[in-house]
């Protein structure tokens, strides 16, 4: 007896799947990200990484939910591809969270941690005020 059955193989697998690695990476190495921002607005560097953050977390999201939405047609397993959809949208959040931090560190500390990190850039000005330091650190203790 021959039989022709067709099985359907599910579709959007690999979309879910690179879009919970996308997502899982997006919020593990979100606590890095969000330090390096915050040290680049301290000293007066722009949001590049934080905007390109954000365009991560936002891949990994949609490209989740396009392979959820496959998965569902052909009537595949969604589990990674909710998954990555809910650590995505998480990675969106803390994404903003971070963008809108680092816009209020740099509004609020200006030029003034570029100054800062010039002069400690400058050996003859850091040496000078180690110095100083260090003085008035003895003197004090010579008073008491």
């Keep these: 007896m021959d039989q022709n059955t067709t099985t359907q193989t599910p579709q959007g697998k690999g979309m879910g799947v690179a879009g919970f690695v996308i997502s899982l990476i997006a919020v593990l190495f979100w606590f890095i990200i969000a330090g390096i921002c915050t040290l680049a607005a301290v000293v007066g560097g722009g949001m590049g990484l934080a905007m390109f953050w954000l365009i991560l977390s936002?891949?990994?999201?949609?490209?989740?939910?396009?392979g959820m939405?496959?998965?569902?047609?052909?009537?595949?397993?969604?589990?990674?591809?909710?998954?990555?959809?809910?650590?995505g949208i998480v990675a969106v959040i803390l994404s903003?969270?971070?963008?809108?931090?680092?816009?209020?560190v740099k509004a609020e500390v200006g030029d003034k941690g570029k100054e800062l990190f010039e002069s400690l850039a400058?050996?003859?000005?850091?040496?000078?005020?180690?110095?100083?330091?260090?003085?008035?650190?003895?003197d004090s203790l010579k008073a008491h």
Aim: contains cysteine; proline residues 0%; hydrophobic residues 45%.
């Design 69 to 87: 939405m496959k998965l569902g047609k052909t009537g595949g397993k969604k589990g990674l591809a909710i998954t990555g959809m809910i650590l």
């Design 58 to 66: 936002l891949l990994g999201a949609g490209l989740s939910v396009m």
């Design 122 to 138: 400058d050996t003859a000005k850091l040496r000078e005020t180690m110095n100083n330091a260090m003085e008035s650190v003895v």
């Design 96 to 104: 903003c969270m971070t963008i809108m931090s680092v816009s209020k």
